[in-house]
T-cell receptor, first 114, second 114 residues
C-alpha cells in the first residue's frame, strides 16, 4: 500500500458525459501527478500540482482539467467523454516538486466509456 | 521524447538474471524505475540521479550512464514475484523546470517461471 488513495476504483459512463476522479496524496506529500495508462499510448503524464498550484502539463486534452485543494487532495475532471478516453487513470504523489523525489502511485481508477 | 526500453520481453526461470535497458535522446536529470503487475499500480523500485546518487530497493540494482543517457536495471537470482512489466521514467535535465514530470518508456514484460 503506497498511502495514496483514489476513488472511485471503477467508473462506467457513456459518451458525452462528465466525470470526476479523486486522489488523496500520502500524508505530508505536497505534489500530485496525474497519469493516464491505455493499451495504445502506454503510461502518459497529464498534469502536476504542487501545494495547490499547477506545476507542469503534459499532453492533457482541453476537455480535461484538474485542481488541487487546500487539504492537498486533487481532482481530475474529464468532460465530453469519448470512447478513446477509456483508460486507467493513476494519481501519484511526492514530497516536493523536485525531479529527485520518489513518486508513489495510487491504485488507479479504471474508466470505461460506452 | 519517450525513452526506449529493451528488450520488449524477457522470459526467465527462477534464479536466472536479467538486465533491462532504458535509453533517452535527451540529457537526463534522473531515471526512475517501476514494476507493475497486471491491473495494479506501478510500484517504485529505484531512482538514479545525475552525479551518481541512488535511492531505492535493497535487492535490485541499477546503473545510470550520464554520458550515454542510458540506465540499466539488474535483476539477479530472479524470483517468481519479479514477474511484471518494468517501466523506466525519465526526467530531463531542464535547468529546474521539469519539476519531476516523468516520461515513461513502453515497458519490458518480465516473466519468471518455476
Amino acid at each position: 500500500d503506497s498511502g495514496v488513495t483514489q476513488t472511485p476504483k471503477h467508473l462506467i459512463t457513456a459518451t458525452g458525459q462528465r466525470v470526476t476522479l479523486r486522489c488523496s496524496p500520502r500524508s505530508g506529500d505536497l505534489s500530485v501527478y496525474w497519469y493516464q495508462q491505455s493499451l495504445d499510448q502506454g503510461l502518459q503524464f497529464l498534469i502536476q500540482y504542487y501545494n495547490g498550484e499547477e506545476r507542469a502539463k503534459g499532453n492533457i486534452l482541453e476537455r480535461f482539467s484538474a485542481q488541487q485543494f487546500p487539504d492537498l487532495h486533487s481532482e481530475l475532471n474529464l468532460s465530453s467523454l469519448e470512447l478513446g478516453d477509456s483508460a486507467l487513470y493513476f494519481c501519484a504523489s511526492s514530497a516536493r516538486d523536485r525531479p529527485n523525489n520518489e513518486q508513489f502511485f495510487g491504485p488507479g481508477t479504471r474508466l470505461t466509456v460506452l | 521524447q519517450q525513452p526506449v526500453q529493451s528488450p520488449q520481453a524477457v522470459i526467465l526461470r527462477e534464479g536466472e538474471d536479467a538486465v533491462i535497458n532504458c535509453s533517452s535522446s535527451k540529457a537526463l536529470y534522473s531515471v526512475h524505475w517501476y514494476r507493475q503487475k497486471h491491473g495494479e499500480a506501478p510500484v517504485f523500485l529505484m531512482i538514479l540521479l545525475k552525479g551518481g546518487e541512488q535511492k531505492g530497493h535493497e535487492k535490485i540494482s541499477a546503473s545510470f550512464n550520464e554520458k550515454k543517457q542510458q540506465s540499466s536495471l539488474y535483476l539477479t537470482a530472479s524470483q517468481l514475484s519479479y514477474s511484471g512489466t518494468y517501466f523506466c521514467g525519465t526526467v530531463p535535465n531542464a535547468g529546474g523546470t521539469s519539476y519531476g514530470k516523468l516520461t515513461f518508456g513502453q515497458g519490458t514484460i518480465l516473466t519468471v517461471h518455476p
